[in-house]
């Protein structure tokens, strides 16, 4: 399997990410909230609204959380129902997991899972686009994020399947102020990076 050549550029902006420390979001797409959300596309603490992104979101930082939002043609699933049988379809980029990680997972939890990769988040987003991949959980850069839900190309989450959420993770990231209310994401991963 063939390494691809990092660039310059590739590495400066998930630098950049990863220098400020964000969360990775995992976007599931088969998995409400019952969390208070901020007024829609504002700060819930000041319902100040700056800047606009995609489907007329507000721009999402820090300081402004945005609540993504649910379509009616595009609901969460059911609660109640039984699991699939699998295989859990996963979408990540290239040589981003361990197979060891996932075939103690296949194992534990007696399921298959079917791994596609992509090498580019544009690459990723037209095979999406163009149904070419389907997946359960996908890895997408956060900057998407807000042009995925607004383009209806993530499933919102039913938190009533990912129990642990809250119990489990800092309550910062079950709030992240680019998904307040975790819509459509729960963090895969933290991590910093130093550059000297």
């Not at 969390?35 to 979101?57: D, I, K, W, Y």
């Not at 939890?109 to 999406?128: H, L, P, R």
């Amino acid at each position: 399997m063939s390494h691809p050549r990092s660039t310059r550029r590739t590495f400066l902006r998930r630098a950049g990410l990863t220098a400020a420390g964000l969360c990775v979001p995992s976007a599931l797409a088969a998995c409400g909230t019952t969390a208070p959300l901020p007024p829609p596309g504002g700060n819930a603490a000041t319902g100040q609204v700056r800047g606009e992104g995609p489907g007329g979101l507000p721009l999402a930082r820090p300081n402004v959380p945005v609540s993504l939002p649910i379509y009616p043609d595009n609901p969460a699933i059911k609660s109640g129902l039984k699991p699939e049988k699998g295989p859990l379809q996963l979408y990540n980029w290239e040589e981003y997991i361990n197979p060891t990680v996932v075939n103690s997972f296949q194992k534990k939890y007696g399921v298959k899972v079917q791994i596609s990769t992509f090498t580019t988040i544009d690459e990723a987003v037209a095979k999406i686009s163009s149904g070419q991949v389907q997946f359960d959980v996908f890895v997408p850069e956060l900057v998407y994020l807000e042009r995925l839900a607004v383009g209806k190309l993530l499933a919102p989450l039913n938190l009533d399947y990912i129990p642990n959420l809250e119990t489990n993770v800092w309550p910062t990231l079950v709030n992240p102020w680019y998904d307040y209310g975790s819509q459509y994401t729960v963090p895969y991963t933290i991590y910093t990076t130093g550059i000297g």
